[in-house]
C-alpha cells in the first residue's frame, strides 16, 4: 500500500488524497471514502494512474462532475480517478472540449462567441466526458446533434472516433459498452446573435429552477424515459395510461410522469426521497445513504413493473458496488 501512494504522490504531489469521502465530489452527496482519490489534468497523468492500477491490481473509477453517479456507502479500496481536464478552445465555428469541462460552463462559453447548438446544455449537470459517453439531453437537445468525432483513451492509446462510429441512441453510445474514456470531443456549431443566445440561457435556467429540485443533493434524472419497442406495446399502454400525444408521437414516456401516475412523488426510505417537484427526480434530505437510494429504485421499479408492465432503467452509474 506504501510503494502505491509513493508512486501516486510522485505524480500529484498534494493532489493526492487518500481516505477521501466521495460524498464531497458528487451531487447526490453520498458515498463512502475512497482509498486513493487523484484529479488528472492531463492524458499523461491519466495514462499514469491507470498504469499503476493494472500493475498493482487494484481497482479504480473514473467520474467527472459527480452528477449520474450513485457511489457505494462502503470505504473503496482502489482509487477514485476524477477527469480534470477541462480547457475549451473554440476556432471559428469548431469548439473543441475537454472531458472534464462542466457542460454548463461549454453551453454559456460557445454563447458568448455567438455560436448555437449547445445552449440546452446550460441546464445539463456534469461534464462533456460524461455527455459524451450516455449522450445526455435536455431540453429537445442531445450531445449527439453537433459532435463530429471524440478523442479517447482505448488500452492505453489515444484515438480519434468519428460520430457515425459511436452508435450513439437514447442516453446511450458504444462507449457505455466498453472500457474506453473520452478525452474530449469536438463540436461543429452555427453562426448566431450572441445577445439572443445569452437571453436563452436564461431562459433554460429559470425553466429548471421552476421544475427541478435543486436545493437537495440530486444525481440528476434517475430513469431513463421509456421507450416503446412495438405497435402492439403501444395499443396496451394506452389501453392502460393516458399517454400525451407527443408520447404517443415520440413513442417514449416520461419516467417523471409515470411516477407522478404511480402516485410516487414523496415517496421516502431513510434519506431518500422521490422530489414532488419532480417524480424522476430522487433527492437527498440530508442523511440518505447508498442503501437509502437503492431501496427507494428498487420500489419504483417493481411498482412500475407490475402496475403498468413497463422496466424503467437508470441513468445513473454505480460506482463502487
Not at 7 to 35: P, V
Not at 240 to 259: C, F, H, K, Q, V
Request: glycine content about 8%; overall charge neutral; proline content about 1%.
Amino acid at each position: 500500500m506504501n510503494s502505491i501512494t509513493s508512486q501516486l504522490q510522485s505524480i500529484f504531489s498534494a493532489r493526492l488524497r487518500e481516505d477521501e469521502a466521495m460524498s464531497k465530489h458528487t451531487n447526490f452527496r453520498i458515498g463512502g471514502s475512497a482509498k486513493w482519490f487523484v484529479e488528472v489534468r492531463t492524458v499523461d497523468e491519466l495514462k499514469q494512474v491507470l498504469k499503476i492500477a493494472v500493475d498493482q491490481k487494484i481497482s479504480y473509477f473514473i467520474f467527472g462532475g459527480g452528477s449520474n453517479i450513485l457511489v457505494n456507502d462502503k470505504p473503496f479500496d482502489g482509487i477514485a480517478i476524477k477527469i480534470a481536464m477541462r480547457n475549451i478552445a473554440i476556432n471559428k465555428n469548431l469548439v473543441r472540449v475537454e472531458a472534464g469541462a462542466l457542460s454548463s460552463s461549454v453551453a454559456r462559453e460557445t454563447a458568448k462567441a455567438g455560436l448555437s447548438g449547445l445552449t440546452w446544455a446550460i441546464s445539463l449537470p456534469g461534464t462533456i466526458g460524461g455527455a459524451v459517453r450516455g449522450n445526455a439531453g435536455c431540453f429537445g437537445g442531445e450531445t449527439k446533434e453537433h459532435l463530429v468525432e471524440v478523442e479517447l483513451l482505448s488500452d492505453g492509446k489515444v484515438i480519434t472516433i468519428k460520430k457515425d462510429d459511436l452508435h450513439f441512441s437514447y442516453r446511450d453510445s458504444v462507449i457505455k459498452h466498453n472500457n474506453d474514456i473520452v478525452l474530449s470531443a469536438i463540436f461543429e456549431l452555427e453562426q448566431g446573435d450572441s445577445k439572443k443566445l445569452l437571453a436563452e440561457l436564461d431562459e433554460k435556467l429559470s425553466a429548471r429552477k421552476i421544475s427541478q429540485p435543486l436545493d437537495a443533493g440530486s444525481a440528476g434524472c434517475m430513469f431513463k424515459n421509456y421507450e416503446i419497442k412495438s405497435d402492439d406495446e403501444l395499443q396496451r399502454i394506452k389501453q392502460i395510461l393516458d399517454i400525451s400525444p407527443e408520447m404517443n408521437l415520440t413513442r417514449r414516456i416520461s419516467a417523471g410522469w409515470l411516477i407522478d401516475q404511480l402516485d410516487l412523488k414523496g415517496t421516502q426510505i431513510g434519506g431518500a426521497k422521490v422530489s414532488e417537484k419532480h417524480g424522476n427526480f430522487l433527492i437527498n434530505t440530508g442523511n440518505a445513504t447508498a442503501d437509502d437510494v437503492v431501496q427507494l429504485i428498487a420500489l419504483i421499479k417493481t411498482r412500475a413493473r407490475n402496475e403498468y408492465g413497463i422496466n424503467l432503467n437508470e441513468e445513473v452509474q454505480y460506482l463502487g458496488f
